[in-house]
């Protein structure tokens, strides 16, 4: 069967800030592991205002205390903003806490502007090392070998799953050369989610981590007890999709009845080519587009998301998706 996880950006909600946006994201962890969902990971974003989980290990680290079995992980570390000693140490940190709880995914884009890169004291063009940077950061949580003048303490033998997170072909084709578990972010970039894949099976060499390909593709899903409603609560994921297209990112607005008359035909259909692969609606219709999903894609698991302004619309749109995806 296929496996379902969730994803959260930890919204900060308009009226809120990021105590209660980062308060939220742990109750939304907790009813995660209630249901059964295999992992639950968070995203590193910075310069954004409403994303609360910039410091990306360190509410990891608040997720994991606050839950008990489900995995725990990053989707992603954006690897070009941090040295890889330094990563190793942090997940490391998290595995020595929480052992076989932890898992690493890594981004290659910076996940944010350049003025917020330079203030990173990182740049772009790390993003061109990050092959090398995956390699060196493997090495830092496998087993230390005799003579290794630099060790990560902890980390070193930690053996924290790495994963490589992408929205492009690049990502699945080291992904394949490295032999790791892929993930592609449908959520925002639908157009390359299955020549992706088709590249990253085709390619995949059997390694120390893995001896078969193992694909995960990331799906909004807004679920709720009927489909009005779930259309509805679905419009503040839209309203953020247009305002990060305009290059305005702001707080999570509350839903709005008609987003027709909040946003410009431009901006309804960038946003509509976003959720092109997006489950919305009462239980049978999730059930019906998670199963459709899966059939496309043929993926081991599936990563779902939702920017839901209420915790407690969020919480059930969860509970539904549990629900309707049983047996799939």
Do not use: C
């Amino acid at each position: 069967m296929t496996a379902f996880s969730v994803l959260d950006l930890s919204p900060i909600v308009e009226g809120g800030d990021a105590r209660r946006g980062l308060l939220e994201t742990t109750r939304y962890a907790q009813a995660a592991d209630r249901l059964g969902f295999t992992r639950f990971w968070l995203a590193e974003h910075h310069n954004m205002p409403g994303i609360a989980s910039a410091a990306t290990a360190v509410a990891l680290a608040h997720v994991a205390a606050n839950t008990t079995t489900i995995r725990v992980g990053s989707g992603g570390v954006m690897l070009p903003n941090h040295a890889p000693l330094m990563v190793a140490e942090q997940f490391g940190t998290l595995e020595a806490l929480h052992p076989r709880r932890i898992d690493l995914g890594l981004g290659r884009a910076p996940g944010t502007d350049g003025a917020t890169a330079r203030a990173l004291r990182r740049y772009f063009d790390s993003a061109d090392q990050f092959p090398r940077d995956v390699m060196e950061l493997q090495a830092f949580l496998d087993d230390p070998v005799p003579g290794q003048a630099v060790t990560a303490w902890p980390g070193a033998g930690s053996k924290v799953p790495v994963w490589l997170l992408g929205s492009s072909l690049f990502s699945a084709e080291l992904a394949a050369h490295l032999g790791l578990p892929f993930a592609f972010a449908s959520h925002f970039a639908p157009e390359l989610l299955l020549p992706a894949l088709r590249t990253y099976r085709q390619g995949f060499r059997p390694s120390k981590a893995l001896d078969r390909p193992y694909a995960m593709a990331a799906m909004n899903v807004f679920a709720a007890d009927t489909d009005d409603e779930a259309r509805r609560v679905a419009t503040s994921m839209q309203l953020a999709f247009a305002a990060v297209v305009t290059g305005k990112p702001g707080r999570l607005k509350p839903p709005v009845d008609d987003v027709a008359a909040h946003l410009t035909p431009d901006q309804i259909s960038a946003v509509q080519a976003r959720l092109e692969h997006a489950a919305i609606g009462g239980p049978d219709r999730v059930r019906e587009r998670l199963a459709a999903f899966v059939a496309l894609t043929g993926v081991d698991e599936v990563m779902t998301t939702g920017m839901i302004f209420d915790v407690e619309a969020r919480i059930r749109s969860l509970e539904i998706t549990a629900e309707a995806s049983q047996g799939l």
